[in-house]
Structures are given as C-alpha cells and as structure tokens.
C-alpha cells in the first residue's frame, strides 16, 4: 500500500522528555474528528458495505431461537481473538476446559486473560445497558477487571499509566513509538471522552474507527491497551444501537491481518492517513459480519439435524435433547457439571451421553478411564475456525 503525502493539520506534535537520562520524542496526537475532515467520497462504498453486512448480523441475531447462545458464543471468540493478537497462547477449547473446572492445556495466565477479557466486556455492556455513559470512569472499571488476575495484575489495574511506555524496541530511546508522557494524558484523554460523546459529527462506524486509533496512539495503561482498545469499538457499536448485541468479533480480521493493522495505526499517526485505515476498518467489519451471519446459519443447520438423529432414539431421546441443549452453551463438559445444571443424576447422563457419542455428536476427548470430557466436536469445529493461536514471537 503506498502512503500518502502527509497531512500536516493531522499530525501531532512531539515533545521532548528524559528517560532514564535518555532524551526521548514522544508523540501528542491531535484532537478527534480530523482537522481538516475526512474525505468522504473516497470511503463511501466502504461505509456502505459495512453497514450492510453488520445491519444482516445484527438482524440474524435477533430473530434465532436461542439469541443468547450466540451472543454467549461470539463473545468468547471475539475475546480469545484479541488475546491472541497481543500474543496469548489460549484456544477456544482451553477457555472451556477452565470454564469447566478442568486444567487447560496451556499455562494458566492466557486462559485467565481471555476469561477476564469477557468478564470486563460484560461488565461494559450491563453499565451501558443501565445507563451510565460511555467514559473514562468505565474505561478504567474495564481495565481493572480485565488485568484482574494473569500477567498483568501487577500493571495497575483500573489505573491510567503514571510511567512511560512505549511500543517496539527495548526502551523509549530505540520504541517504534512513544505515546504520550504520563504529564499529557490527561489533555489526550479528556479529549478523547468529549469525542465519545460528540454522536453527530460522523456516523458510529467511523467514530469507532477513529476511537480506536486514538485510544492505541495515547496507550493510557501500563498493559491491556490493544485489547481495551478493541473492546472500545464494540461498546461504541453496541452504545449507539449500530449492534443490539455485541456478535461483532473484528478481533478475527484484525489478527488475520495484523501487520497491516499496525502498520495502518502508524501510518495514521506519521502522515494523518485516515482515509486508508478507515477503507481496512471497514472492510474488516463487512468481512467479519458475514463470516458471523454464515457461522450463525451453519450452527443453526447442524442443531437441527443432530436434534432429527436425537428424536429418533424413542424413550431415550428426551433426556438426550436435554444434553443437546446444555451442549449448545456448554460445546466442552463434564459429567458432574451438567448433571448439577440439569438437576438430573450422573447414572443418567452417563447413559445419555452414551447415546449421543453413538449417533457421533458427542466425542470424549481426554481418553481417561475417569475425569472424563466430553465434547460437541463438529459445533466446537464450526466455532473454532481462525482461531489458532499465533506462533509465539
């Protein structure tokens, strides 16, 4: 992708700071909306895309039978997603295990941050479903969840950077990029929140889009900032009714592409290119909206005809269905746990799990004689396509 010539009214300033009795250039990126606007006529196609195939998710999610099942799923894929692009070792199948109760198969600390990952989206979600603004305050309650236990508990969680970082190399000195002093984040930041609430100066997608630049280009946390970050777009979509429901997991097109994620963030802050990265957010968002509608057809096709396989059992198909079901919000688990959820004995669902690996639903995946798993093997398939964890850097 060729850059385009800079736009100086887009571009920050620097200022000169000492690290470590190293003099360092830190970057002060300019207030949003863009300063001279963006140029419409060159991402309109995109925006139009867009929302189109985001309008088609949205719409599929509020019309199936078991709404909270896919909102429950996409929320654990777009929260693995995004703990793999910082470099989280996790899979889809491994957040499950711990969700069970059961030893992941990779260290404990990356299953952590992508179950704390979920636990602050939702945290975000039921303060926006209160009421209560989209804000700093919420931002940093966010942060203290997500940083709550793993590698990053001791990164002050729920707390703004009093510290420099900086992004690349060793130091300040050879970093790609320095974001802001601790001194300036509070003009970066209260900047930041005034153009979160300022709805009627482009259309959501684009102010999610520019959010999320701007919040990765101050880097306000000692850690957790990609990942916030990317939590950001999908509280602004939800805050601003563009999702009734958050099954937006960008996360999968941002790993997919993620050099060119970072070098597009870059490019934005070295010549104000905002045009080229809002084309490759759009994009995403088109792409990643009709990989969710597919995804969401294709689970539909195969519950319903595992359940035509289950009605065939006679007497036996009851209990079975009832497994099938837990299995749909539960695609990993374990004797005692779905016979506490279903109030029946571990005898019965022994016997009714018998039934549903014979008809091939249901596989037993650790080869144990006792503290067997089970699991919905062609629903977790469907549900892990992209991803697998990236190789570690």
């Not at 599929?60 to 470099?87: C, D, H």
Request: glycine share 6%; hydrophobic share 40%; aromatic share 8%.
């Amino acid at each position: 992708m060729t850059s385009a010539p800079p736009k100086a009214g887009r571009i920050g300033t620097f200022v000169t700071s000492n690290f470590d009795g190293e003099r360092v250039r830190a970057f002060l990126p300019p207030p949003l909306p863009p300063n001279p606007p963006l140029d419409l006529t060159a991402i309109l196609s995109a925006v139009e895309m867009a929302n189109r195939e985001l309008g088609r998710l949205d719409g599929v999610a509020t019309v199936l039978p078991s709404t909270n099942l896919f909102i429950w799923m996409y929320i654990r894929k777009e929260a693995l997603l995004s703990s793999q692009i910082e470099g989280t070792q996790s899979s889809l199948s491994d957040l499950l295990l711990l969700e069970n109760e059961v030893t992941p198969n990779v260290p404990i600390d990356d299953v952590r941050e992508v179950s704390n990952y979920i636990a602050a989206m939702e945290q975000g979600l039921e303060r926006l479903k209160s009421g209560f603004p989209l804000s700093l305050r919420l931002i940093r309650e966010m942060h203290d969840i997500l940083l709550s236990s793993g590698r990053g508990a001791t990164k002050q969680p729920g707390e703004f950077r009093t510290s420099q970082n900086w992004i690349g190399g060793t130091r300040p000195g050879n970093a790609l990029f320095v974001p802001p002093p601790p001194g300036h984040l509070a003009q970066c930041l209260g900047d930041l929140e005034r153009f979160l609430h300022q709805r009627e100066t482009y259309p959501v997608l684009i102010r999610a889009a520019m959010a999320h630049v701007q919040f990765e280009t101050i880097h306000p946390f000692l850690d957790g900032n990609g990942r916030l970050g990317r939590l950001l777009i999908t509280l602004m979509l939800c805050e601003d009714k563009a999702l009734t429901q958050p099954t937006l997991y960008l996360s999968l097109y941002l790993k997919t592409h993620r050099q060119e994620y970072y070098d597009l963030l870059q490019r934005v802050r070295e010549t104000g290119d905002w045009e080229a990265w809002m084309v490759f957010f759009l994009e995403g968002v088109a792409s990643t909206s009709r990989q969710g509608f597919d995804t969401a057809q294709r689970l539909l096709s195969l519950f319903q005809q595992d359940e035509q396989k289950i009605a065939e059992l006679g007497r036996a198909s009851a209990t079975a269905l009832r497994l099938h079901t837990d299995f749909k919000r539960h695609p990993v688990l374990t004797v005692p746990n779905a016979a506490h959820r279903l109030g029946l004995s571990q005898p019965t669902i022994q016997s009714a799990l018998g039934h549903l690996q014979r008809l091939a639903i249901v596989t037993e995946i650790t080869g144990q004689r006792r503290d067997r798993v089970y699991s919905y093997s062609q629903y977790l398939s469907i549900l892990d396509e992209g991803t697998e964890p990236l190789p570690p850097a």
